[in-house]
Nanobody, 124 residues
Framework: QLQLVESGGGLVQPGGSLRLSCAASGATLDNYAIGWFRQAPGKEREGVSCISRSGVTTNSVNGRFTISRDNAKNTVYLQMNSLRPEDTAIYYC????????????????????WGQGTQVTVSS
């Protein structure tokens, strides 16, 4: 079965950058659309960006965050630039429930194989 592990979070100053990694095992990540989501304390889980074979879908962080994949490493990344305090959250990656879906949308019910998350804190 597909297993995902997030890493790369930490504490950064406003305006700083982080690169999050979503490493897969048990299956080939290229066969799945992958989404990044985040959840702040007391808030609902929010879609950030997703990537499929044909393209990407990104929410309002578009222009600051960039999703990419390295098939050789079986890993999806989220490059986070110009970080703001409101970006503080636990960040999760997950795989689309439908094998090899050609497009992706940021609807949580579409996803499975959620990782454990990685904490991102943006504070001065």
């Amino acid at each position: 079965q597909l297993q995902l592990v997030e890493s790369g979070g930490g504490l950064v100053q406003p305006g700083g950058s982080l690169r999050l990694s979503c490493a897969a095992s048990g299956a080939t990540l290229d066969n799945y659309a992958i989404g990044w989501f985040r959840q702040a304390p007391g808030k609902e889980r929010e879609g950030v960006s997703c990537i499929s074979r044909s393209g990407v879908t990104t929410n309002s962080v578009n222009g600051r965050f960039t999703i990419s994949r390295d098939n050789a490493k079986n890993t999806v990344y989220l490059q986070m630039n110009s970080l703001r305090p409101e970006d503080t959250a636990i960040y999760y990656c997950a795989a689309d429930r439908i094998f090899a879906r050609s497009t992706c949308i940021l609807t949580t019910s579409r996803y499975e194989s959620w990782g454990q998350g990685t904490q991102v804190t943006v504070s001065s």
